[in-house]
């Protein structure tokens, strides 16, 4: 009997139309558990590095975890893991809704797929039967028609769907994957693959949701979280007004990227702010499942441009890439952007951050008005915001230049635009400031998927001006030294090391990071607890922080095989140059204090002076396997 | 001396996001705390603002972070605020 989890990974190999189920035992998901660990394992089993991220030879591994669809705030969320057509290594990506708990009512706690369709297809997921079904009909169409079609012909409107647009048909490199319209697994260019591989949609039902090993002690959990959550500033601010309130203090402090990172502080911040967005066209709020904080704002307009509501809304990240990176502070043409990249299924922070690239390459004079088709790329139009976005879903003009995302982008121009491309591995920039948060250049650094934001606890949760309260919640991790944002030196290295793995336990359990310590109301041990009342077994947050390493370090070694070396985990020029105006004046990581931070932190994580995984920390989390892929890969 | 006060949310049950105050010379932002619970007794400053004697928001004084027992001078913006950290549902 298992508990939380069925046992069994669904397997489709598109081209041969094959569908079959695998047994895993316990051991395997105890070992893996889910999310990226659960998705790496699978990727470096069956994946030679170096696969182009649209060969049929890439796979795709969706799967919640253990854990997921239990009934507990934060334990909604699940993944997509692959290779990426921006970095060429493997990324994983999450996001939240309804999914994921949807697949384990289907009767599986993973679905993989192989190969490519010669035409388009669905895969519907019927409590434990399987098809593949003809898109014809469905491809070209947006996000929001795709779901329709799927709901229409199966007759029956609760079917949990997630698809692509026309973005991820087009294989642009960061088209994302939409999960009922409101959910995305935005990163990575996952949305691509899926359309290389003709792909249109995973559609899920069912009613075999596994038993809990101890119900009653999971209820207490939720409920003990239901009674508390508004005592947390930070998820107070969550229920009321959701992410987009991070505009407001980003801008305040001088960290909200403005005109492709020349700045932090952006003089229309107060037009793009989520106080103003809810006032303006805020509309409803919505979640995920099992969570009562409900952070996700919908917003409508008519006029100038029609916004529907169905697409929800921009988040505190998509507010900033689509607004402050390109200097637009209409908020309208901010949502618009939003709503059509929801749409066509591009990710919103790559996107804004392409065409702020884009915006800089041309006031600078790379970019001329020859290469763009007469359309001036000002900072602050709002209108070629939008022309843009429709032109890079349809790979269109200067649009397939831009597709192929801000590194490919910038080899492609030549010159001086390197230095203008803000991205890690080929991942452009989310909407946080390594030059004023220290830690999180490492993290843009060294995170197996290029620059990513969820990757670690941000500094703020641990400086000396940090509440105490806060501060303490780290200390069952061994951390319990504050120090300043702007320090990068060993202890921060430190810091980093940790909550980097913690946050890969998020990710390989597909826990929502707004429901988390330190910031949010479930602590650590409460999450062991609650891995260990659903599943039933001795869980310890030692054993949850080794599944973490484990699928941090599975990713390193293919990235490492894949060709991602230690050149990869440089930052970009910007991160150099001082940051200009406002509170943060000045700022700027020195190349000296990264490369020092860089090398203690291979050492820390048990890689050589080259950044590659020692064998002894292999055998250490029993992968001594992942060796293997070295044959493969050569 | 007079300094002002804004809450950068989720205060919104305060009288207002920005109120002004007087306060001593040299007073600090615990002083400053226990005027505003003074002013707005109903609001239960203390409570949101402090936890067993500690902050539990953060604190700006003219945008830099400051503690308990920062001075405050005539003329200061102080800033209450969450800490916010990173994150993002655009995964
Ligand atoms: S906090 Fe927000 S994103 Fe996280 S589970 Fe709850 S509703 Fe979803």
């Known amino acids: ?395 269109e003009g200067i649009g397939h230049l831009l597709a192929q995302g801000t590194k490919k982008a910038a080899e492609s121009i030549g010159g001086e635009a390197k230095k203008l491309a803000v991205h890690c591995k080929g991942l452009e920039f989310p909407a946080h400031e390594p030059r004023v948060k220290k830690s999180l250049a490492l993290a843009y650094g060294t995170a197996p998927i290029g620059a990513d934001h969820m990757a670690s606890e941000h500094d703020f949760s641990n400086t000396p001006e940090t509440p105490a309260p806060i501060v303490q919640r780290l200390w069952p991790l061994g951390i319990s030294k504050p120090l300043s944002a702007q320090d990068l030196g060993p202890a921060k290295v430190k810091f980093f090391y940790y909550t980097h793995i913690l946050y890969s336990v998020f990710n390989s359990l597909d826990t929502c990071i707004f429901c988390m310590a330190p910031l949010k109301p479930l602590g650590l041990q409460e999450l062991v607890d609650a891995v260990r009342a659903v599943t039933g077994w001795d869980m310890s947050l030692w054993e949850l922080m080794k599944v973490g390493e484990r699928r941090l370090q599975m990713m390193r070694v293919f990235n490492c095989l894949a060709g991602l070396d230690e050149s990869q985990d440089a930052l970009p020029p910007r991160m150099f140059e001082p940051l200009q105006g406002g509170e943060t004046h000045g700022m700027a990581i020195s190349p000296e204090e990264y490369e020092k931070a860089l090398k203690l932190y291979y050492d820390m994580a048990g890689w050589d002076s080259e950044g590659i995984p020692r064998y002894s920390k292999l055998v250490e989390l029993d992968l001594e396997w992942v060796e293997g892929l070295k044959e493969r890969s050569g | 001396m007079r300094v002002k006060v804004k809450f950068l949310l989720p205060f919104d049950d305060m009288s207002s996001k920005e109120t002004v105050m007087d306060l001593e010379k040299g007073a600090d932002v615990r002083a400053l705390i226990e005027k505003l619970s003074c002013k707005f007794p109903e609001k239960e400053a203390k409570n949101k603002l402090m936890i067993d004697e500690e902050l539990k928001v953060m604190v700006l004084i003219n945008k830099r972070p400051g503690n308990m027992k920062t001075e405050l001078a005539h003329g200061d913006e102080v800033v209450f605020c969450p800490v916010f950290s990173g994150g993002n549902c655009h995964d």
Request: charged share 25%; hydrophobic share 35%; proline share 4%.
């Open chain 1, 1 to 395: 009997m298992t508990y939380g989890y069925h046992g069994k990974i669904l397997r489709v190999d598109l081209t041969e139309k094959r569908i079959w189920v695998e047994k895993q035992d316990e051991s395997f998901f105890r070992f893996y558990m889910g999310g990226g660990a659960l998705g790496a394992h699978y990727v470096c089993k069956n994946v030679r590095p170096g696969t182009h991220a649209f060969a049929p030879e890439n796979i795709m591994v969706f799967c919640g975890s253990v854990i997921t669809g239990a009934p507990v705030a934060g334990f909604s969320r699940h993944s997509v893991t692959g290779i990426s057509p921006l970095t060429g290594g493997i990324a994983d990506s999450e996001a939240g809704g309804y999914w994921g708990r949807a697949l384990k009512e289907a009767g599986f706690d993973a679905v993989v797929i192989e190969g490519r369709s010669p035409e388009p297809v669905y895969l519907l997921i019927d409590d434990g039967d399987v098809e593949i079904k003809d898109a014809g009909h469905i491809w070209g169409r947006d996000t929001g028609e795709t779901q329709d079609m799927i709901w229409r012909e199966n007759d029956d409107e609760k079917i949990r769907v997630l698809g692509i647009g026309p973005a991820g048909e087009n294989e642009v490199y960061f088209a994302c994957i939409v999960s009922e319209l409101k959910h995305f697994h935005g990163r990575g260019g996952h949305g691509a693959v899926m359309g290389s591989k003709n792909l249109k949609a995973i559609a899920v039902k069912g009613d075999k949701f596994p038993p809990l090993a101890d119900q009653e002690k999971v209820q207490e959990i939720a409920r003990n979280f239901a009674g508390r959550y508004m005592d947390f500033d930070y998820t107070r601010v969550l229920r009321e007004i959701g992410t987009s309130a991070g505009i407001s203090f980003q801008n305040y402090s001088g960290q909200l990227p403005t005109h492709n990172w020349q700045t932090g502080c952006f003089p229309g911040a107060q037009e793009i702010s989520g106080e103003t967005m809810m006032e303006e066209i805020g509309e409803d709020k919505g979640g995920c499942f099992a969570c009562p904080v409900r952070c996700k704002v919908s917003v409508k307009a008519s006029k100038p441009y029609p916004i529907s509501k169905r697409y929800g809304g921009p988040e505190y990240e998509s507010l900033a890439s689509l607004g402050s990176y390109t200097g637009v502070s209409n908020l309208y043409a901010v949502a618009k952007a939003n709503e059509l990249c929801n749409r066509y299924g591009l990710d919103t922070i790559s996107t804004g951050g392409v065409i702020a690239f884009a915006m800089d390459c041309y006031e600078n004079g790379l970019l001329t008005d020859e290469d763009t088709g007469g359309l001036e790329l000002k900072f602050g139009s709002g209108r070629v915001l939008l022309d843009l976005i429709e032109m890079i879903a349809r790979q």
